[in-house]
């Protein structure tokens, strides 16, 4: 998986509740037979941890439709 900044195609993004990152829904990392998130430095659940993308995009419309891999999006985005 590519560290990269690259986008997500909207209708595979999903966002792990752990790291607050976006991944694509058909990635994740198989440790002791269990499917975690993809991102090496996370341990959060691919199912568990895993939200909808337009679910968070629900709660904070100034994110893209197509997240970017890699970048960090709080639930709660900070509000100047
Ligand atoms: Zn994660």
Known sequence: MST?????AAK???????CERAYSAREFRKVD???LCPYPD??????????DWARI???NPI?????LRGHFYP?????R
Do not use: K, M, N, T
Request: glycine share 6%.
């Open 4 to 8: 990269e900044e690259e986008s997500i």
């Open 12 to 18: 595979f993004a999903v966002w792990c509740l752990r």
């Open 33 to 35: 037979g269990v499917r």
């Open 42 to 51: 996370c341990d959060g659940d691919a199912a568990l941890d895993q939200w």
């Open 57 to 59: 995009r629900h709660e």
């Open 63 to 67: 994110y893209p439709a197509s997240p």
């Open 75 to 79: 639930l709660h985005a900070r509000r």
